[in-house]
């Protein structure tokens, strides 16, 4: 597995209400990422890192911010979560230096329910 | 941009029947191909790549440049083959980011 948790794995919570997934590694892989996953449509790219303090957008930035002030964490926060904000996120890391040839590994995933 | 296309969103086959999952994909350079399987309650795990041109489980998957197609294929399907199966790319960009297919649900009945 990586050595890739998250945390909580289950959450509920309300409408307007701000929310932080933690994603935690234990190998120090510079390169992590932030999948939603959601029926119809797979997995999308939120937000990824490569490297302490060093984050980009995916595809479905809108509504998130990460941060990642050591190299073992990288959090997820949803400001003012909203219903169409549910879904199953998902960790991963690579475990090389990101490039083409590079695998990424998923961490457990964490369902989070807004109400 | 890439894109990803798993046409089949349910497949269902009976035990020992050939499957094949069905991936398409555009992008006008070369891209890396992945399928990932995820069982039910566990984690996405990486099945085959086509870098590696191996041959996991009995699963096998063929790159199709002028058809940009990465099918998955085995011949004789087993009930423990029931599970979500992801198509993804990377195209060499910063970040190897993976871009996914809408994934499809296997079935393989007794």
């Known amino acids: 597995d990586a050595g890739i948790t998250q945390s909580p794995r289950h959450k509920v919570t309300e409408t307007g209400t701000p929310v932080t997934l933690r994603c935690h590694q234990t190998e120090n892989h510079r390169y992590m990422y932030w999948y939603r996953q959601d029926p119809g449509h797979g997995l999308r790219l939120i937000h990824y890192s490569y490297g302490v303090k060093d984050t980009d957008k995916g595809e479905v930035s809108d509504g998130y911010s990460v941060s990642r002030s050591k190299t073992e964490d990288f959090l997820l926060t949803l400001e003012s979560a909203t219903s169409s904000q549910t879904s199953v996120y998902f960790c991963?890391?690579?475990?090389?230096?990101?490039?083409?040839?590079?695998?990424?590994?998923f961490g457990p995933g964490t369902r989070l329910t807004v109400l | 941009a890439q894109r990803v296309t798993q046409p089949e969103k349910l497949l269902s086959v009976f035990k020992g029947a050939p499957v094949e999952l069905k991936c398409n994909y555009s992008y006008s350079g070369s891209p890396e191909l992945f399928w990932y399987v995820q069982y039910s309650r566990q984690r996405l795990q990486l099945l085959l790549r086509?870098?590696s041109r191996e041959s996991i489980k009995g699963f096998t998957a063929d790159l199709n440049k002028g058809e940009t197609s990465f099918h998955l294929k085995k011949p004789f399907a087993q009930e423990e083959d029931s599970a979500m199966y992801y198509c993804?790319?990377?195209?060499?960009?910063?970040?190897?980011?993976?871009?996914f297919g809408e994934g499809t649900q296997l079935t393989v009945n007794p």
């Open positions: 086509h870098i």
């Open positions: 991963a890391i690579s475990t090389r230096g990101g490039g083409i040839a590079d695998t990424q590994y």
């Open positions: 993804a790319l990377t195209v060499g960009t910063s970040g190897s980011r993976l871009t």
